[in-house]
């Protein structure tokens, strides 16, 4: 028999891939389903970018690049900075790799060694924790209930910090939960990472520009620009653009740990695609009013969802700040129903109603389910009306 590595077996296959995946054989079978849980929007990439993309292949940009992205892009990504967060970035602090995913594997793999501790407040995006193990690192959790809005406390960190950790995940606005940081509450998470210099925080930014709160975005770099140092902004192209198969995403840090995670890439995929720079590029120098038109979008069928599920008996969620996802809480209703677990009652879902969402549990909050809304109103009221026939069933 083969035998594996450890290192591929401490970890998970993407949970919210394999749901899209049972909900497609369904499909492929024949039936009606509706499909909640994929994390991508619905938009087509705007024109202005498929443009400068065919003209980069017609203008021969179709060869290997600098490891960490062409100049006028890794300038584009300084530019936004500053344009977008009064941040101030060196060229050498910027790597360009292929997608988002890949700038937080590149940190890990040149920040932790194995036995490092990474602190991730749960609800979480549901790779962190495996993307962790498998450089060998321990994932530590720190629970945020629905009461708290989802996110953590200062005290709640404070507790969390031991001598082994090195890196502290936050992720605002949210995916799976839609809520964001203020930058005051940031500005008390900073005040106790002070103490903890060893601590490095990785901040995923990349539901940044999908936001309707009643207060700016801020990150923790914005918030507490004496920690500068020890921060890595992680983001890209992927949601705000609809651009999530061009595989582009960036990090902005320190120079020497840039450098590192420039070495990793180096050694693993190179470049990203030369094409899907140029596309990159063109999005974040181009007009950005393509952003808005979808975020409008997002933040109707937010408004319409969260009150058309919070009037299904045993459903219970907030209104979020942002992203295309909510969280809903749904202890009730397994309650009321006898379902042991959130994963129980979506596989149930969607073998009965033909809806697929992802079970909270794989985000690190059992009790809930995520609903995408990365699709039109229709959809989506078709979805509610399932749902209610099976909750009230
Ligand atoms: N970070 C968060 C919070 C995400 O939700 C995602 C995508 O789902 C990513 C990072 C990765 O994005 P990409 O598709 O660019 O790898």
């Known amino acids: 028999s083969l035998l594996l590595s450890d290192r591929v077996?401490?970890?998970?296959?993407?949970?919210?891939?394999?749901?899209?995946?049972?909900?497609?054989?369904?499909?492929?079978?024949?039936?009606?389903?509706?499909?909640?849980?994929?994390?991508?929007?619905?938009?087509?990439?705007?024109?202005?970018?498929?443009?400068?993309?065919?003209?980069?292949?017609?203008?021969?940009?179709?060869?290997?690049?600098?490891?960490?992205?062409?100049?006028?892009?890794k300038q584009a990504v300084i530019d936004k900075f500053k344009r977008d967060n009064q941040l101030d970035y060196e060229l050498n602090q910027i790597l360009i790799s292929a997608g988002g995913k890949h700038s937080i594997f590149n940190l890990l793999s040149a920040w932790l060694n194995p036995g490092d501790e990474v602190l991730i407040p749960a609800p979480y995006w549901v790779s962190y924790p495996d993307m962790a193990k498998?450089?060998?690192?321990?994932?530590?959790?720190?629970?945020?209930?629905?009461?708290?809005?989802?996110?953590?406390?200062?005290?709640?960190?404070?507790?969390?910090?031991?001598?082994?950790?090195?890196?502290?995940?936050?992720?605002?606005?949210?995916?799976?939960?839609?809520?964001?940081?203020?930058?005051?509450?940031?500005?008390?998470?900073?005040?106790?990472?002070?103490?903890?210099?060893?601590?490095l925080i990785a901040s995923d930014d990349m539901y940044e520009h999908i936001l309707w709160a009643d207060f700016p975005f801020a990150n923790i770099a914005m918030a507490a620009p004496d920690l500068q140092h020890r921060i890595v902004l992680l983001s890209g192209v992927s949601k705000a653009y609809a651009m999530?198969?061009?595989?582009?995403?960036?990090?902005?840090?320190?120079?020497?740990?840039?450098?590192?995670?420039?070495?990793?890439?180096?050694?693993?995929?190179?470049?990203?695609?030369?094409?899907?720079?140029?596309?990159?590029?063109?999005?974040?120098?181009?007009?950005?009013?393509?952003i808005d038109t979808m975020v409008s979008a997002f933040k109707q069928r937010h408004d319409y969802l969260v009150d058309a599920l919070n009037q299904i008996p045993g459903m219970r969620c907030i209104a979020g700040d942002g992203t295309f996802y909510t969280f809903a809480?749904?202890?009730?209703?397994?309650?009321?129903?006898?379902?042991?677990?959130?994963?129980?009652?979506?596989?149930?879902?969607?073998?009965?109603?033909?809806?697929?969402?992802?079970?909270?549990?794989?985000f690190g909050a059992p009790g809930h389910c995520r609903f995408s809304f990365a699709t039109d109103l229709d959809t989506l009221k078709e979805a509610v009306k399932r749902i209610s026939a099976f909750a009230n069933n």
């Open 134 to 199: 498998l450089v060998g690192a321990e994932p530590k959790f720190i629970q945020a209930g629905i009461e708290q809005r989802y996110k953590i406390t200062a005290a709640q960190l404070a507790a969390a910090i031991t001598p082994k950790t090195r890196l502290l995940f936050l992720n605002s606005p949210s995916n799976p939960t839609g809520t964001a940081y203020s930058k005051a509450e940031l500005a008390e998470l900073a005040e106790v990472l002070r103490q903890h210099p060893q601590v």
């Open 329 to 362: 809480n749904i202890e009730q209703m397994m309650a009321d129903k006898g379902y042991a677990t959130d994963i129980e009652w979506c596989e149930a879902l969607l073998t009965e109603a033909k809806v697929a969402l992802v079970p909270g549990t794989a």
């Open 244 to 290: 999530t198969g061009w595989r582009i995403g960036y990090a902005a840090g320190p120079a020497k740990l840039i450098a590192a995670m420039k070495k990793m890439q180096s050694q693993s995929t190179s470049n990203p695609a030369s094409i899907s720079q140029y596309a990159a590029l063109a999005a974040l120098n181009g007009d950005q009013s393509c």
């Open 9 to 73: 077996n401490a970890i998970q296959p993407s949970p919210t891939l394999a749901v899209s995946q049972k909900a497609s054989e369904l499909k492929a079978a024949g039936h009606d389903v509706i499909g909640l849980g994929v994390g991508e929007p619905d938009f087509d990439t705007p024109e202005f970018i498929k443009t400068a993309a065919k003209a980069a292949i017609d203008a021969g940009h179709t060869k290997y690049t600098a490891v960490d992205g062409i100049v006028p892009l």
